[in-house]
C-alpha cells in the first residue's frame, strides 16, 4: 500500500481501526472490529481526504486488504471471498444471505430470487433484497453482483447509488455489461 492511496487513518481502540483510502473508483472507508472487517463504505465523490501515516496497529492482512482494494478499483481480479467479516449486526436469515453473497464470484451476477435459493430460502427474494440493503460491507459482500429478474440492476446502497453499481459490473466484466438501467421518466408530480 503506498503512502499516496492512504489519506487517513484512526484507531479508536486497539479492536477499531480505520482508514479512508482513494481508490480509481473514488475514496473509501474500511473499519475493522478486532479480527474482523465491520465496514467499508465508497464515499461520496469529492471528499477530501487528509493525508495521514498508517497506524502501527494494523496487521498485515488489514494492510494487505487495503492494497486489494485499490487493485479491484484499479481493475485488477481480487476475490474477497476470504476475508474475515463481522456479520453480528445482522439476523440470522441476514448471516445466511451474507454468507452465500460473498462467495458470488468475480464477474458473475445472480438474481435476488437465486440468492435466496442458494441460501436455502427459495421464494424470499424480497427479504434478500432487504438484507442486501442493509449489507455494511459492500464490494467485500459483493451485493452489487446481485440484480432483479429480468436482467435488471435493482437497488445499490450507496451515495453514488446504481451508477456505481453499474461501473463495479462494468468493472468485473472488462466492458459494458447489458444490465438493464431504469428508464428516466419524464413524469412529474402536479402542483397542488
Not at 477499531?16 to 464515499?43: D, M, N
Not at 449486526?89 to 440468492?115: K, M, S
Request: with cysteine; glycine share 8%; charged share 25%.
Amino acid at each position: 500500500m503506498t503512502s499516496q492511496n492512504v489519506a487517513s487513518a484512526r484507531v479508536d481502540s486497539i479492536s477499531e481501526r480505520s482508514v479512508q483510502l482513494e481508490t480509481p473508483l473514488g475514496p473509501a472507508e474500511i473499519r475493522w472490529q478486532g479480527e474482523k472487517l465491520c465496514r467499508f463504505v465508497w464515499l461520496p465523490q469529492g471528499t477530501r481526504l487528509k493525508r495521514r501515516p498508517l497506524p502501527d496497529e494494523l496487521s498485515d492482512p488489514e494492510r494487505d486488504l487495503m492494497q486489494d482494494v485499490v487493485d479491484y478499483a484499479a481493475g485488477i481480479r481480487i476475490d474477497f471471498a476470504g476475508v474475515p467479516v463481522d456479520l453480528s449486526h445482522g439476523t440470522l436469515f441476514q448471516q445466511r444471505i451474507w454468507n452465500a453473497c460473498q462467495r458470488i464470484p468475480y464477474g458473475e451476477v445472480v438474481t435476488y430470487g437465486d440468492l435466496a435459493r442458494f441460501a436455502g430460502r427459495p421464494g424470499a427474494a424480497r427479504a434478500v433484497g432487504t438484507a442486501m440493503s442493509q449489507n455494511r460491507i459492500p464490494l467485500i459482500i459483493p451485493c452489487h453482483r446481485v440484480i432483479s429478474a429480468g436482467n435488471k440492476i435493482g437497488g445499490f446502497t450507496s451515495d453514488q447509488g446504481i451508477s456505481l453499481k453499474k461501473r463495479l459490473l462494468d468493472l468485473e466484466a472488462g466492458g459494458q455489461t447489458h444490465i438493464k438501467m431504469p428508464q428516466k421518466s419524464n413524469f412529474r408530480k402536479m402542483p397542488k
